[in-house]
Structure formats: C-alpha cells, structure tokens
C-alpha cells in the first residue's frame, strides 16, 4: 500500500508518494497526519489518498503517524484543493488551517557551534560574531529562533558562510508538536463498599487516618472514577493521603485526558430566545426553507441578510444555528473580531450553553487544542470565532454565519494562502455541501451584484427593532428624568433610523469657527451631558495625516496625470522635504504653498487624533466623563472588554473612538453618534474608498438612537457633495450601490473585472523594485502568451501606499483581467530570495 502526501514545506505545492512500514499498515487512513522523508529532512504531511501503485519506481517510507485519528475529513480535502487553486496557494498551506497552531508544523534547520574552532585566518563580520555569541550563549538554535533573535536582519548569508568555514554544523529538523492532550489524576474505590469497612479500624484515629476515612466515604457515593481536585475539596486530603491508599489497595489512581476550557472563566448567563418581531418572522420562514430538511445538502448558493443596523439579524442567526442542531449537525458563527463583538460572543454562548467552543488569538495552544479536539470528537456542536473558526474540524459541519461579513477583517492577507472568510465559505459549501449565511447592513456592491447575477436567495430586514426599554427605563427613572418617546411605543415595536445630520466644516471655518467641532456638534454634546445619556465621538484612523487639502475650499491635491489623491511623504535623502506621490502611477511633486483652486493659504494635512478630540472635549466640558477607545488604550489583554463595559454602566458620558466602533454595538444610552470629519478615508488611493467610507459612515451612524430615546448623527466634512457622504447621510443603501456600480463598471474594476496583487518586500529599496519590474514583465508575457492582451491589464509596478512596513520596502503590480486565474494557471512564480520575498493575493479587498 502507498500513500499520497501533501507535504507541509514552504514553496512546494507538491504531493507525493510514500510507502508504509509494516508497523503502520492499516492504522493510516486519508487525512492522517504523518511525518516524511523529504529532500534531506523530515518534514510533515497530511494523507491525501491511499493507492495500490504508486507514481515512482522507488518511494521512501512514512515515519510516524502524529496523531491517531484523522485530523481532516475527505470533503474538507476538496474544500483544501479548491482553496489552493482559487488564491495560487500551495495545498499544504491550505489543508494546515484545519490544524490547531501546535500541531501544524513545518520542517526547520538546527544550527550548533562545533567543538573545536577551526583555524583560520579570515576575519568574522560583524552579523557573523552576534550569531557565534548567540549559540554560544543559548546553544543550538532553530532557523526561526535566530529570525526571532535577529527580526527584520539578513542573517542566513553569513550563517551560511559560517558553516563552509567550519565554525558550524546544520541539520535539518523537524520540531515535535508543541502540544498535547492534557491529562487528569481519577480516583476510584478499588473495593466493594461494605469491604471498604474493614479499613475503618487500619485508618487508625490520628488525624491523617481521620482525613483517609473521609476519602473512602465520599468515594462510596460515587459509582466512576472522580477527578482528584473534587476528592481534595470534600474530604481535605492530600496527595499523600491518596497515595497511602492506594498503596494499602483502598482506591485505585488513574490518569484520563480533559479537555482545557477557556469558557471555564468567562461570564455569561443563559437566556430565553425573544418571540419574533413579524418583520423577523416572515424572514424566519424563507430562511428555515433554506435550510433545508435534516440530511439534505446545500445546493450551493449562499443567503444574503441585509438587514439594517439593529434590526434583529442575530437572533435569526441563533435560530438557524438551533435548527442547524436539532437536525444533528454543526455550525459555524463567525464574528469580525472577537475581542470587539463581546455582545454578540456573549449572546451565542448564552443561548446555547455547554455547547459553543470559542476560538480566538489570546487562546494557549493547549486551549485551542482542546476545543479543537471536542469539536471533532462533536462534544461542542458550535463555534464562534474569526475567519479561522471556519476551519474547526466538526464531524458533520451544516452551516457558516458570517455576521457583518463587509468587514475587512474576513481577510488573511498577512499569511499563507491569502483569503477571503466569504470566498473561502462559497467554496467549502460547494466542497461539501455547507449551507452559507452571510448577514450585513452593508453588503459590499461586489457581492450584491454577484447575488442578483446568481440569483440568490435575498432576505432584508428595512426596520429597526424597538429595544431596550426597561433598560432605558430604569436609568432615566434613577437620574429622575422622563423618556420622550422617539416612537410610538404602542404596538408596532419599530424604530424609526436615526436622523443624520452632514456640516460643511467651510461654512463654520467662513464663520469663524476654528475648532475641530461644528456648533451643532458641540450644542448636541452639551444636551447629552446634561441629560444623561451618552455619545460617541468618530475618528477615521486609517490615512490620518497622509493627504493635504484645502480648509477654504475643501480642494483635495489630486494626481496630475491620473487622478488619483496624493499622499504626504518625506522626501528621502538629506533635505527631507515634504513631497506628494501618486500611488497609482508613480507622479511626485511639490508640497504647494497655495491651493490650486482658490489660492488660500489655509493648505495643509489634515491631523488630529483622539487624543486631541478628547482634550477639546475635555476643554469645553470639564464635566463630562470622556473615554479613549484606540490602539493606544487597547494595548492590553482584555483592555476592550473593560473599556465597553464601562462605557456601557454608563461610566463615561463621551466614548472617543476609531474603527473599533463600526463592529455592532448595541449602546441603548448612546443618542448622538459625531463623526469628526469623514473626509478621511474618502481620500485613501484606493478604489474602494467610497465604498469603504459609506460602510463606516452608516455602521458608526448605527450605533445612535436604538432605544426608546431616539437619537441623532452629526458627520462633519469638507466635501458634503460627495456621495458615500450624501447615500450614508440618508441612510441610501441602494442609492449608493447604483452610483459605487456605475463607478465601477466605468474603470473597469470588480464586479466587472478581478484583481490579482503581486507584492514584492525588500530590505533593499532597490532589489524589491527591481523584482517588481521583472514580475511585471513576466506577467506580460503570459498575457500575450495565453492571448489575452484585449482584456487583460497591469498596474503598476509601483510602491505601495504603506511603502514600508517592518523596515521593508514594498512595491506592487497589479493584474486586472476577467479571469486572472486563466492567465496564471500553471504559471511558477518566483520563489523567495535571500533579498526580496514574494506575495500573491487573489483578489484583494484593498490596494493599499
Ligand atoms: P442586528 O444584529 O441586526 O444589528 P440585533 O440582533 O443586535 O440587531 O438586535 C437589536 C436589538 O433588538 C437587540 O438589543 C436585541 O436584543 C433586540 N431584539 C432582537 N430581536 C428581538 C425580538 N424578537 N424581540 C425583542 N427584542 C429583540
Ligand atoms: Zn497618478
Ligand atoms: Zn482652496
């Protein structure tokens, strides 16, 4: 018998055949995780298949089996393979998300310093010296151990020459699995209880002989072995104690897996689902349709939820994911960030108590391991957690939610394979028959214009629901004030959206209103202070100081040859001047000292953070309780959490924030939602910064008014024309989609055409330049190869908007063609260097 093994090493996509040992015949079956031969190491691999002849005259054997049952099934291969051609990634990459971190290892090199020194007479550079003393001072190291100790640095050249010159040896290795399953001490009674008498006498009267009795009377009751903690708690034993009795043959010590929990700390309560509102219901009944009877398989496509912000999709979600049960299968609930949805988190795992396992980053490996092991062993039927939740290894998987699946964060862009949590969901449920619920107020115009080409089942939800009443209720009444109802609260339970309100910060500047905040802005913040209700305070953090405008006339500096915004940068070389590029095409100019449209002075870069924002608030009402919700003030494990909860028990007035406040808060106290200016992203060059921009405008403006309070926006701009402004300000979804898709259709970008972004970084400003001009020359010839030259495009080479990230240079080139893939099937890419690395990304949410 031989094996099919794809082969977890980096840049090879590979399968091979290996042959099985007579000690492993009949215990490897597909999906097993075994470890290889390959090249000069050993390296892991996952079964593909098991085959009676193999593709070579020679194979080599498999060495070990690592873990004892499969650790993925065959349909979610299918899903692997059809990932590994939809991202150009190789099919190991793909098949190693369905294993927890730990278990998913890849070959590496040992480096150790020889015995004797040899002689010579060629001085040490420098980089060769730091790692002689650095495996001098910790012994031998792994490849990715001295990359830790030497982040960002090219060490591996002078590695290298230190193992030709003898001071060196290498060995290939592969790293044992980090983790393990966790096992626990069991006690039981080893004799019959009236036995067990007998031993009264033995145990003698001393106080241990007291303690020892009690051990053997709590274990009469209990007819299974029980964890030791529980003998110690009722009995005030000790390890000793148990072990006396062991050894007199009382009891009987065994050891038994457990599984970690990491719900075992957190704090929920289990609640009664809610009668459905009838918007809620009619919705419920198409999408029960869609899911089918139990046993029936997905027919493959998705469901769309556009429901807008606060109109109940969730509790929809917790009712398919309840049927989903029932009918005996598993389901996924994906959230955009764990640690910035703790309501939603909560919501799942009080509705279903016992049964949700909850992946996410501040995870141990073992914790993470342990729920991996429940959900395949199908103890926990639910996961919620980021876009790698999806790759949780259930037994019988029946359904993936993806709630606000707009959000960016559903993509992997910084590792292998690059993906998107939506495409990658559309292929698993044609892999595997995989029911598919993707939930948004904001759908991207991408994908809606994909569901009405394919005609999938399409579900809105126009109204807000009426919530928070007692809530509400009780705290107006503590701080002994009356609610104005903003709506009838009679009968119909629906919630008018919040009136937004769009100020043309020229018009206050003409004024003579200098500050960061329009009067009205400040007239609403002062009525909240003094009513006792909160507000939030918006600032786009992506793009702050990069692009220079006008405060007369709101003129942004744009490309003189395309168009597209410039952005601000320091000029390299000695004089450091303050220069403006075009990240689309190359262009560079002057900084100017007047602006090109009206000739004002007033032209520079727009800066402000929160910080800033909070000392004016601060300054204007000294009262007020204001609270910093940023990178800066997250930096800490569990910061989120502390933040929202204080903000929610109404410990702050004023909560100052950046994108953290789009992801579906529900505030009932919250009525004036600021956006200081909206401007910000609009300007970012990138074709999806309108779309981008009318998202985080209307999921921000959500967050106002969803209780019996009602409430208000206030969006500051100096571009109140534009219109992902005017759309959001009116809460237009589909005024916007027709413009955002007539843009589109225009330039020739997604829906009507796909991207392909190749990325080259380097160390050298130079080389990951030059890498980028070759690629796109290569790239060329397969268009005029494949005969594509009609409808296929390159943009670029040219440096990327975050032209240098972890101290390297970053340069882009840009496929744009109807079926890119048709262009690049079977093509080699270049494979990574000592100086420059390379990326590819299928289409990507962001040319940044
Ligand atoms: P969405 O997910 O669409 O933003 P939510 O599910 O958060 O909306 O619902 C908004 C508010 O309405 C929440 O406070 C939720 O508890 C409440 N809610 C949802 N469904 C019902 C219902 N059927 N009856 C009463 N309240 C509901
Ligand atoms: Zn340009
Ligand atoms: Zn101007």
Same mark, same amino acid.
């Given at each position: ?277 009838? &918007? ?142 939506? &495409? ?407 494979? &990574? ?16």
């Amino acid at each position: 018998m031989f094996v099919q093994v794809a082969v977890n090493v980096p840049h090879v996509s590979g399968v091979f055949d290996y042959h099985l040992p007579p000690e492993l015949a009949g215990r490897v079956s597909t999906g097993c995780l075994v470890s290889v031969p390959f090249g000069k190491q050993t390296v892991q691999g996952i079964v593909l298949g098991l085959v009676e002849q193999a593709q070579v005259m020679e194979t080599k054997p498999v060495y070990a089996l690592l873990d004892d049952e499969p650790v993925i099934n065959e349909s979610r291969i299918r899903f692997g393979q059809m990932l590994s051609e939809a991202t150009l990634s190789p099919l190991a990459a793909c098949l190693a998300l369905f294993l927890p971190p730990g278990l998913s290892q890849q070959a590496d090199t040992l480096f150790r310093l020889v015995e004797t020194q040899p002689e010579t007479q060629q001085a040490l550079s420098p980089r060769q010296n730091q790692i002689l003393s650095l495996l001098k001072e910790r012994g031998p190291l792994r490849g990715r151990q001295i990359d830790a100790a030497f982040p960002r640095r090219n060490w591996k050249d002078a590695a290298r020459k230190l193992v030709k010159a003898g001071w060196l040896t290498l060995q290939p290795v592969l790293p044992a699995p980090s983790v393990h399953p966790k096992k626990a001490r069991m006690v039981q009674l080893a004799v019959p209880p009236e036995e067990a008498e007998v031993f009264r006498d033995r145990l003698g009267k001393s106080e241990a002989g007291k303690r020892r009795w009690r051990v053997v009377e709590f274990l009469e009751k209990e007819p299974w072995p029980v964890l030791v903690s529980w003998v110690y708690a009722a009995s005030g034993a000790n390890s000793t104690d148990l072990e006396r009795l062991a050894e007199a043959g009382l009891i009987t010590l065994t050891e038994t897996e457990v599984w970690r929990d990491p719900l075992e700390q957190m704090e929920w309560a289990p609640f009664e689902p809610p009668p459905l509102t009838p &918007d809620q219901e009619s919705v419920w009944g198409s999408i029960q349709e869609f899911l089918g009877k139990a046993g029936e398989r997905a027919d493959g496509a998705p469901l769309l939820l556009h429901g807008v912000t606060g109109s109940g999709k969730t509790e929809l979600y917790l009712r398919a994911i309840e049927k989903t049960i029932a009918d005996g299968k598993q389901a996924v609930f994906l959230v955009p960030e764990i640690a910035l949805t703790p309501q939603t988190v909560r919501r799942v795992l009080g509705r279903f108590p016992g049964k949700v396992g909850l992946v996410h980053s501040g995870l141990s490996p073992g914790e993470r391991y342990d729920t991996w092991r429940r959900m395949r062993a199908g103890v926990l039927p639910v996961v919620v957690g980021p876009r790698s939740a999806m790759f949780s290894p259930f037994p019988n998987l029946g359904l993936i939610i993806l709630d606000e699946f707009h959000d960016d964060s559903y993509y992997q862009g910084d590792a292998q394979p690059g993906y998107h949590a939506v &495409d990658a969901a559309l292929l698993y449920s044609r892999a595997a028959g995989v029911r598919v619920i993707l939930g948004s107020a904001t759908p991207p115009v991408s994908i809606l214009y994909r569901a009405r080409l394919e005609k999938w089942p399409i579900l809105s939800l126009p109204n807000r629901i009426l919530a928070h009443r007692q809530v509400v209720e009780h705290q107006m009444k503590r701080l002994g004030r009356e609610i104005t109802p903003a709506a009838d609260s009679g009968e119909t339970a629906v919630l008018p959206l919040p009136p937004v309100r769009v100020i043309d910060m020229r018009e206050e500047l003409k004024d003579g209103n200098r500050s960061i905040f329009s009067r009205l802005l400040k007239q609403g913040l002062a009525d909240v202070v003094a009513s006792g209700q909160q507000a939030i305070l918006f600032l786009n953090r992506r793009g702050r100081a990069t692009y220079v405008f006008c405060r007369d006339c709101g003129y942004v500096a744009r490309c003189a040859r395309c168009d597209s915004p410039l952005t601000l940068h320091m000029e390299p070389g000695e004089n450091r001047n303050e220069i403006l590029v075009c990240h689309t095409c190359n262009y560079s100019r002057k900084v100017p000292g007047t602006c090109p449209q009206c000739g004002s002075l007033h032209i520079r870069q727009y800066g402000s953070g929160t910080e800033k924002v909070e000392s004016e608030v601060q300054a204007m009402f000294p009262e007020a309780r204001t609270l910093r919700w940023d990178a800066e003030t997250t930096r800490q494990k569990g910061a989120h959490e502390i933040i929202l909860s204080h903000f929610v028990n109404h410990r702050a007035d004023i909560l100052i924030g950046t994108q953290m406040l789009a992801k579906g808060l529900d505030l009932p106290l919250v009525t004036l939602v600021g956006v200081v200016l909206a401007d910000v992203g609009l300007n970012f060059p990138d074709y999806r910064a309108p779309e981008r921009t009318f998202q985080l405008l209307t999921q921000v403006a959500g967050r106002a008014g969803r209780s019996p309070l009602g409430g208000q926006v206030i969006i500051q701009t100096f571009q109140p024309e534009a219109y992902p402004i005017q759309a959001a300000s009116k809460h237009d979804y589909y005024g916007f989609y027709g413009l955002e898709l007539e843009k589109r259709r225009e330039i020739g970008y997604p829906p009507f055409s796909r991207l392909v972004r190749f990325e080259t970084r380097s160390l050298q400003a130079s080389a990951g330049e030059e890498a980028a001009k070759k690629l796109a020359e290569r790239i060329s010839f397969w268009i005029d190869q494949g005969g594509f030259q009609e409808s296929a495009g390159l943009i670029g080479p040219a440096p990327c908007f975050f032209q240098r990230v972890n101290a390297q240079y970053r340069w882009q080139v840009v496929l744009r063609a109807p079926d890119p893939l048709a262009i690049l099937k079977g093509k080699d890419f270049p494979a &990574d260097t000592e100086k420059v690395a390379y990326r590819v990304e299928v289409s990507p949410p962001d040319l940044l």
